[in-house]
């Protein structure tokens, strides 16, 4: 039976000992539901682990079983309600009231406990109002048992960090097989709610890909915003995009990672289309250069996709033209590559001299800040001028929608005569970050490419590591930002490209040759 506050009947239903199904009920975000929930256990036996689940998910006011003697006369009663936000450790998300008499039951008085509560969590939202410019969120990230799963949740981390999150919580599950609709377990959907509950944390972010089910069901679940690591990295670049060519390469990966989820999606659409999602405001997940598109039906969705992949085949047809036209080889280029957050900025930066403003390219501690490949000419000793570019970092699994969408972006990499691979040697795991780099220049086409390796960060990098790298990758230690080691990797650069020009030297001679023999 469900009674709200005035003492009157909402509903009542008859179920087996399996359990009811409650009406839906959904509490303001700041208020509890304002009904008590009585029932009766006919084995008797005092709450269960269900009934406070029940309570402590559907933000009852209160809930009561009645225990049923033998002869199915009412025993004691017994209560609980929540405890407020806030109170992380130990203690548990109610109190268990002692029982009483079934005849007693009139004289409860919830009333005052309730009206505390409530004041609790309505102090609790506005405290978080006001300081609220970043968005509370927790970290999942399920580890199948893949050997850097600890360093993804690092990363996870970073990315939420650098989307404006703030991360209040980070957990790894392990987790052999995953459950098909939600992933994890009930029993652990119900923990992070309640971990999220204490923290006063909405926003639920998973390290794995979800599909548009699995996210609405984690979300009726929880009754938090669920996202995954791909919406994290594409908001990201929603949020960094800049210039007319990267913006139109975002939104055409982000509608390409929408589309099959806003079939149907009811939820998720509301939620996309509620928020105002400029490029710099709005909540994370739901950023984008233009909201209104996200609530186009599909086939103007449709119609949107080909008018964006029209324009980008223009953009990179024109940057295609333009590149023959800088008649290649003339000054010799360099392309800087490499993970996200590296250094490849900074370094760029340190090579050309380029302290002030205005060419001085933007580094800053936050993952993917290069989206638009700039070029800075340079100087290499013995060589001459020589152009440096440098372009969007890499990231492990890159979403494959942006793959797609930046791949002109990234082809412009296979122009260079050498590659410069910067890699953070001060981050744990620059190892398996070097390999996912090499993974997906791979996937690209350019593992033939002459390349240089540069350990950066050396100096905030363990000895050991530093050395081990240098080893395993022949790579050259460097600090861009106290401009360290700058002198040899400049000749290691040197080197390369001369190899690369003398090669072709040697390739045009032999030419020459086989055309005298036909002459
Ligand atoms: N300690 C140390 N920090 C560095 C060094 N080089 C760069 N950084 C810092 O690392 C952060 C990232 O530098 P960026 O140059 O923006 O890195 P990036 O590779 O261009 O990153 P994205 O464009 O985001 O992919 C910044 O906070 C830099 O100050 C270095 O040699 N030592
Ligand atoms: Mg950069």
Do not use: C
Request: no cysteine; net charge negative; aromatic share 4%.
């Amino acid at each position: 039976m469900l009674i709200d506050r005035r003492g009157r009947v909402l509903s009542v239903s008859v179920a087996d000992a399996k359990g009811a199904e409650l009406p839906a009920l959904r509490a303001g975000e700041n208020r509890l539901a304002g009904y008590h929930l009585l029932h009766a256990h006919p084995k008797g036996g005092a709450l269960s682990k269900g009934d406070l689940s029940t309570l402590f998910l559907n933000r009852l006011d209160a809930v009561s079983v009645i225990e049923a003697r033998n002869e199915g006369q009412p025993g004691p009663v017994h209560t609980a309600h929540l405890t407020p936000p806030g109170t992380v450790g130990e203690e548990e998300d109610w109190r268990i009231l002692p029982p009483v008499p079934v005849y007693q039951i009139d004289e409860f008085d919830l009333g005052a406990q309730v009206a505390a509560l409530e004041e609790e969590i309505a102090r609790a939202s506005r405290t978080r109002e006001a300081k609220k410019d970043r968005e509370r969120a927790l970290l999942v990230q399920i580890d199948q048992g893949e050997f850097d799963a600890e360093e993804r949740l690092e990363e996870l981390g970073e990315l939420a960090r650098t989307a404006g999150a703030e991360v209040v919580y980070k957990e790894l599950i392990y987790r052999r097989n995953l459950k098909p609709g939600t992933l994890v377990g009930a029993g652990k959907l119900e923990e992070l709610t309640s971990k999220a509950y204490h923290l006063d944390a909405d926003l639920l972010i998973f390290g794995q890909e979800l599909g548009a089910a699995q996210a609405r069901e984690i979300e009726a679940a929880t009754g938090l915003k669920v996202i995954d690591r791909t919406q994290l990295i594409l908001d990201i670049f929603a949020l960094h995009a800049q210039g007319v060519e990267s913006r139109l390469q975002v939104e055409l990966a982000q509608l390409r990672y929408m589309k099959p989820r806003l079939l149907g999606a009811g939820a998720q659409l509301s939620r996309i289309g509620g928020s105002g999602g400029s490029a710099a405001g709005g909540a994370i997940g739901t950023r984008g250069p233009g909201e209104t598109k996200l609530e186009l039906d599909r086939r103007r969705i449709n119609d949107r996709l080909s008018f964006l992949e029209k324009q980008l085949e223009g953009v990179s047809l024109r940057r295609e033209e333009r590149r023959k036209s800088r008649e290649r080889n003339a000054v010799p280029v360099v392309s800087i590559v490499g993970y996200t957050n590296a250094g490849k900025s900074t370094l760029l930066n340190a090579f050309t001299h380029a302290a002030e403003e205005p060419r001085r390219v933007l580094a800053a501690n936050k993952l993917f800040a290069t989206l638009r490949p700039t070029s800075r000419q340079g100087y290499l000793e013995g060589i001459g001028p020589v152009v440096f570019t440098d372009t969007v970092g890499f990231i492990r699994d890159l979403p494959k929608d942006l793959t797609r969408a930046f791949r002109a972006t990234l082809e412009e990499i296979g122009d260079a005569d050498v590659l410069l691979h910067v890699v953070d040697a001060a981050s744990p795991g620059a190892d398996t970050r070097l390999d996912a780099v090499n993974r997906i220049l791979e996937d690209l086409g350019f593992v033939e490419m002459p390349t240089v390796v540069a350990l950066n960060k050396a100096d905030a990098a363990e000895p050991g590591t530093l050395e081990r790298e240098t080893e395993r990758t022949g790579g050259v230690p460097v600090s861009a930002l106290a401009e360290l080691g700058l002198g040899e990797l400049k000749e290691a650069l040197a080197d390369a490209v001369s190899a690369v020009q003398r090669q072709e030297l040697a390739e045009r001679e032999e030419a020459r040759e086989v055309a005298a023999q036909y002459r």
